[in-house]
């Protein structure tokens, strides 16, 4: 078995020896795909995605066909993530970001965000076309476009509570609390209004969920790029990624500066 396998197996917990909790091992990884302070290329993220889509592999497997094919199962693992991702507060924000604006701040992180949800949409589309880079009953494309989903509306969503500490109007909470509004600004793309008590929802109820289901579900059909024949994935994902993290960040921007 070759390193790779070996590390990919290890991670997801295939290689028979004793696994932690499915959601600490999930968890960990969208971690370190969406931190940009990882060191490592776009190689090395490719290893990490892929050991992700064999985590996922498994995940879906015992959710069942229903859940998956119906949006439950990524919502629910989008749900369980997102109090794990690590959100900077402001003053970590002007320490890593000394000397710039309050809006000079807010479109460097833009820009950083857009330029890493790019990097996953390349490295999907690159994993996509070297087919020895797992195990085919692993590397199933829509596990593989789960993978890219989640990922993206993890950085989104991190993205989006850095924007609302920038401006000013960032949510106090429990991490559980905090990640649940800030799903639902990026469900609704739209700032989180102070204000306004009916945005400062802290609880995930049905109607909650099905928006957020919708949301992937349209997310990941913008990802089926990622699955083109060769390279031209890797550059119609990146393309697609960026652009889409750009827009929403502007967006955003311009609701909580109004």
């Not at 989008?78 to 710039?100: E, F, K, N, S």
């Not at 999907?124 to 476009?145: D, R, S, W």
């Not at 905090?178 to 989180?192: F, H, K, M, V």
């Amino acid at each position: 078995m070759r390193p790779f396998e070996q590390d990919k197996n290890r991670e997801s917990g295939l290689d028979g020896g004793p696994t932690r909790g499915s959601g600490d091992r999930l968890g960990e990884l969208v971690v370190r795909l969406t931190d940009p302070n990882q060191p490592g290329g776009r190689r090395e993220q490719g290893r990490a995605l892929a050991a992700l889509t064999g985590a996922l592999g498994s995940s879906a497997r015992g959710a069942g066909r229903a859940s998956v094919l119906g949006g439950r199962w990524l919502t629910d693992l989008l749900i369980d993530t997102a109090p794990r991702i690590p959100l900077r507060d402001l003053v970590t924000l002007q320490t890593q970001y000394p000397g710039l604006t309050a809006d000079e701040l807010a479109e460097s992180l833009v820009s950083t965000a857009a330029k890493a949800t790019a990097a996953v949409g390349a490295a999907g589309g690159a994993l996509a076309a070297v087919e020895f880079a797992a195990p085919p009953a692993l590397l199933t494309a829509p596990v593989q476009i789960a993978a890219e989903t989640l990922l993206v509306a993890v950085i989104e969503m991190k993205l989006i509570a850095e924007l609302h500490e920038v401006y000013g109007v960032g949510v106090v909470g429990t991490p559980r609390e905090r990640a649940t509004a800030y799903l639902l600004s990026w469900t609704n793309r739209r700032g989180i209004d102070p204000l306004d008590p009916s945005s400062l929802r802290f609880s995930m109820g049905s109607t909650a969920k099905r928006a957020i289901r919708r949301r992937l579900i349209r997310r990941a059909g913008r990802n089926l790029t990622t699955l083109g024949p060769l390279m031209s994935g890797a550059v119609a994902g990146s393309v697609i990624n960026h652009r889409e993290t750009k827009r929403l960040g502007e967006e955003i921007r311009r609701d909580l500066r109004a």
